[in-house]
């Protein structure tokens, strides 16, 4: 047993190595200049010295935030259709969404691109906001979450004057609360790092989110570029380190219908 323990602690240590050097790498470069020498003069130009990237850090911002929102209250509100009402064709449907949320990106950005186009909405940030809502992910993680609440929890609340929407804000999200953190989280990552869909649904540079922009850095400010991808990688980390045990719990839970 304590040979297994062990075993299992060196190859997790090996993983969480793997993954770590990369970001260390770029964090211990982003604090060099060109030919070596230390400098803070990067995150100087990232923060005060060239407002452009903290201005594109700020709409990302700004981007991703009405994502995370919108793409949570739908979730919450289809999952617990699909998880506690009863209509026609709930099982279909719910097989169709878990069809959809397994097609890759690629497949839905034409799709996309002629809806967008013939609503006049292309080359607006409402390209990027609108799609994104209703990505099936957060609904498939809300409804698995919502089927693990007894029935019995649901009827008590009905008999005591709850509606629907009652049930669903004052007991079934708060006893869900890793779920919607999961959910949130989620789609909030997934805006933060889009790059296919600016590229394909925005014309002009200026409105592109800080990941896409960065392609544009000039060769010779890579330290510099450095130092702005560990500006990018922030926003995730701190949301990782402080929501770790929710996202956790809420994939687990997805997973276990």
């Known amino acids: 047993m304590k040979r297994r323990t062990v075993r299992s602690f060196a190859v997790s240590l090996l993983l969480t190595a793997v993954c770590l050097v990369p970001f260390l790498y770029i964090l211990g470069k982003s604090f060099l200049t060109g030919d070596g020498t230390p400098t803070l003069a990067n995150y100087y130009q990232i923060y005060l010295g060239q407002g452009q990237y903290l201005l594109r850090f700020w709409k990302s911002l700004a981007l991703a935030l009405p994502i995370a929102a919108l793409q949570t209250v739908v979730s919450v509100l289809a999952g617990f259709g699909f998880a ?51 990505v099936p992910l957060g609904t498939f993680i809300m409804t698995q979450s919502f089927q693990a609440i007894p029935g019995e929890v649901l009827e008590a609340a009905r008999l005591d004057g709850c509606t629907t929407l009652g049930i669903i804000l004052r007991v079934a999200v708060p006893i869900n609360k890793s779920g919607l953190v999961c959910t949130a989280l989620l789609s909030f990552l997934d805006g933060w ?55 956790v719990e809420g994939i687990c839970i997805g997973g276990e219908k």
Do not use: D, W
């Open 84 to 134: 506690k009402c009863r209509f026609p064709l709930r099982r279909t449907l719910f097989f169709l969404l878990m069809v959809l949320m397994i097609l890759p990106l690629q497949v839905t950005l034409v799709p996309n691109y002629m809806v967008l186009k013939e609503m006049g909405l292309l080359n607006t940030c409402y390209a990027l906001v609108l799609p994104a809502i209703f």
């Open 193 to 247: 790092n889009m790059v296919e869909q600016p590229v394909v649904y925005l014309e002009s540079f200026s409105q592109y989110p800080f990941a896409v922009a960065l392609a544009s850095v000039p060769p010779r400010e890579q330290t510099l570029l450095l130092a702005a991808c560990v500006l990018v990688v922030l926003p995730p980390i701190l949301l990782f380190a402080y929501y770790n045990r929710e996202l």
